[in-house]
């Protein structure tokens, strides 16, 4: 089965709109390798509407100027995109298709095409909420910058339940900005304050 992951820009107040307004100052080399990482090596992007337009407004202009960051553009290019959206959209970037059918029935289709090379998600924040609750998504890449924007859209939305959510790894780069892996932890640890006060007393001995 393929694997799925989701890479997201947040702030420390869990604040993931608008990361073009206060990230750039803390992209640095390390959050380069670690956004083409997860992103640049996947050869099928799973992108919202909104993300897709934004990425096909810039990557294409970036690849033809021929910068230092088209190769990465070319890789994004080449790329199958497979856009979700409930609008009828007009493709222009190549390789592009919009999704068909129920979210979650197409993805889980998607993961079982043949196939070793990841899925990679960027931004898209409606659907990695969709994808971590019905756990196909495989690995969620959230960069925490050292900023608390104070307003604005939040990664996760109120629910009546819980999402306990599994540390895969992590690492902290020079600029402050802490890169965490997750999965979805469907074999969440349970407890309540007696059992955290036994704990407590088991550290004092």
Do not use: C
Request: aromatic fraction near 6%; charged fraction near 25%; glycine fraction near 10%.
């Amino acid at each position: 089965m393929r694997k799925i992951t989701a890479g997201l820009f947040i702030s420390l107040d869990g604040v993931i709109e608008d990361p073009q307004d206060w990230h750039f100052p803390y992209f640095n080399e390390e959050m380069g390798r670690a956004v083409e990482g997860q992103l640049g090596s996947a050869d099928t992007l799973l992108l919202g509407r909104k993300t897709y337009e934004g990425f096909a407004q810039a990557w294409p202009d970036r690849e033809k100027a021929g910068g230092e960051d088209a190769g990465f553009a070319v890789k994004l290019g080449d790329a199958r995109k497979i856009v979700v959206s409930r609008q009828e959209l007009d493709l222009t970037w190549r390789n592009s298709e919009q999704l068909q059918g129920d979210l979650v029935e197409a993805v889980t289709a998607l993961k079982n095409e043949p196939g070793t090379s990841d899925i990679g998600m960027s931004g898209s924040v409606s659907v990695v909420r969709q994808l971590l609750e019905a756990d196909l998504l495989d690995e969620l890449h959230l960069l925490v910058h050292p900023i608390a924007m104070r307003k604005g859209a939040r990664l996760f939305e109120d629910a009546d339940t819980p999402l306990p959510l599994k540390l895969i790894s992590s690492e902290t780069f020079t600029t402050g900005v802490v890169h965490l892996v997750y999965r979805l932890d469907t074999d969440a640890p349970t407890g309540d304050y007696e059992t955290a006060k036994a704990n407590l007393s088991q550290s004092d001995g």
